[in-house]
T-cell receptor, first 114, second 114 residues
Framework: GIQVEQSPPDLILQEGANSTLRCNLS?????LQWFHQNPWGQLINLFY???GTKQNGRLSATTVATERYSLLYISSSQTTDSGVYFC????????????????FGKGTKLSVIP | DSGVTQTPKHLITATGQRVTLRCSPR?????VYWYQQSLDQGLQFLIQ???????AKGNILERFSAQQFPDLHSELNLSSLELGDSALYFC?????????????FGEGSWLTVV
């Protein structure tokens, strides 16, 4: 299966700072999703971004599918941005078309301090 | 709120026991997935169902089983529980079964085996 590597593993930011999180994939994927896991454990969809660039408020993401990486940008960070950010690559499971699994990276743990 | 509903939210049980986790997918979604998140293994794919049919199996133990019912809700059964089964179990859903679909996660069921 594919391998998903995320960097950095840990990040501490002062409130108001900007940051870039990176996700590298070992192989081509049919899609890529970014998630935020808050301190209560909830996994929240941020972006579905197999290629190109998307923006949602202070967050934006870019995926360069040909080079198998994706970047998540967080601008003007707030304490509520704290948590773990996961990148996940989607591809057919071993059983082929009509099956699907997301492979997750280990995440980037972000702490935003006031 | 992703629209995926999981119950119970928290569960404490003894080793050797059996538990059932329940999931209702988002309205209109036919595909259901189960994932396990543990401290040592991270987020791992367990199994996928589409419209009642098993489509893919990941790292699911033989002691675990799942099914999707005609009303599309799904249950994950965990039996002969061991301490190492303590984890956060996520259900997720998507419209289709193939990897071009966005997957949405429920809030998870925290299982503690004592």
């Amino acid at each position: 299966g594919i391998q998903v590597e995320q960097s950095p593993p840990d990040l501490i930011l002062q409130e108001g700072a900007n940051s870039t999180l990176r996700c590298n994939l070992s192989d081509s994927v049919n899609n890529l999703q970014w998630f935020h896991q808050n301190p209560w454990g909830q996994l929240i969809n941020l972006f579905y971004i197999p290629s190109g660039t998307k923006q949602n408020g202070r967050l934006s993401a870019t995926t360069v599918a040909t080079e198998r990486y994706s970047l998540l940008y967080i601008s003007s960070s707030q304490t509520t941005d704290s948590g773990v950010y996961f990148c996940a690559g989607g591809a057919p499971a071993y059983s082929g078309a009509g099956s699907y699994q997301l492979t997750f990276g280990k995440g980037t743990k972000l702490s935003v301090i006031p | 709120d992703s629209g995926v509903t999981q119950t119970p939210k928290h569960l404490i049980t003894a080793t050797g026991q059996r538990v059932t986790l329940r999931c209702s997918p988002r309205s209109g979604d036919l595909s259901v997935y189960w994932y396990q998140q543990s401290l040592d293994q991270g987020l791992q794919f367990l199994i996928q169902y589409y419209n009642g049919e098993e489509r893919a199996k990941g790292n699911i133990l033989e002691r675990f089983s799942a099914q999707q019912f005609p009303d599309l809700h799904s249950e994950l059964n965990l039996s002969s529980l061991e301490l190492g089964d303590s984890a956060l179990y996520f259900c997720a859903s998507s419209v289709g079964a193939a990897s071009g679909n966005t997957i949405y996660f429920g809030e998870g069921s925290w299982l503690t085996v004592v």
